[in-house]
């Protein structure tokens, strides 16, 4: 694909979602970042439903970590690894307040070394939380990537280098968004909807579904 066609991709994608955000509710980082840790293997509007009740008892490190993993398992165990993702939270807590202060850390290997916290999620923290242009490839971005042919590879990391490679730097920051939204709705995995795509005829899927 040509840096050309992949501009036109992406104006159209901003020119169809002009304000792209995450679909997790939060209302700090340190919510975003138990938010995003919480929705592994698990959908945006489960762990809204989950959070809704946690954090209204427990916003900070420190009133989540009173919690303890039982009382986090009780709010949590709508959501799917429910068991081990509460101990994360609770391992998370403990280094946020002995070691950053409380603060949710603006550093790659820093939110990496969190318990539950991969590459996937910091490069989400750093994107939302602290506006850098990196790039969170799930299965969504992955998809899109490999199918429309903007940034095909055999691995998330793959995809991930290549996004950051190809992309226009006017569209790095809202990438991730936008790539996201256009999988979970458009693009989506068994049954594609080409035929309302706004990018369908740069799209380079042979298999494309015009119904």
Same mark, same amino acid.
């Not at 995450?22 to 489960?46: H, K, R």
């Not at 990537?145 to 995809?159: C, F, M, Q």
């Given at each position: ?8 991709? @992406? ?22 970042? =138990? ?35 039982? *009382? ?24 946020? =307040? ?14 990496? /070394? ?15 939380? @602290? ?9 969504? =971005? ?8 903007? /940034? ?18 006017? @569209? ?10 256009? *999988? ?20 380079? @899927? ?6």
């Amino acid at each position: 694909m040509n840096p050309q066609k992949r501009h036109e991709i @992406f104006s159209r994608l901003r020119e169809h979602i002009e304000q792209p955000r995450s679909e997790l509710e939060y209302s700090s980082n340190f919510e975003l970042l =138990i938010s995003v840790l919480l929705s592994a293997q698990a959908t945006d509007v489960s762990v809204n439903k989950a959070t809704a009740g946690l954090y209204r008892v427990a916003n900070t490190p420190e009133k989540m970590l009173a919690l303890g993993e039982d *009382g986090v398992r009780e709010y949590i165990k709508t959501i799917g690894l429910f068991n081990s993702k509460a101990k994360n939270v609770i391992a998370t807590c403990k280094i946020l =307040i002995e070691q950053h202060h409380s603060e949710v850390p603006e550093d790659r290997a820093a939110l990496e /070394a969190l318990p539950g916290v991969g590459r996937k999620t910091a490069n989400v923290i750093l994107n939302v939380a @602290f506006g850098h242009p990196t790039i969170a490839v799930d299965t969504h =971005i992955f998809r899109v990537s490999n199918r429309t042919g903007l /940034a095909p590879g055999k691995d998330v990391l793959e995809v991930e280098k290549r996004l950051l490679k190809f992309v226009p730097e006017e @569209f790095k920051l809202d990438a991730h968004h936008w790539l996201i939204l256009h *999988g979970r709705y458009t693009c989506i995995a068994r049954k594609p909807r080409c035929g309302s795509c706004v990018i369908e005829d740069l799209c380079e @899927f042979k298999k494309k579904n015009l119904d």
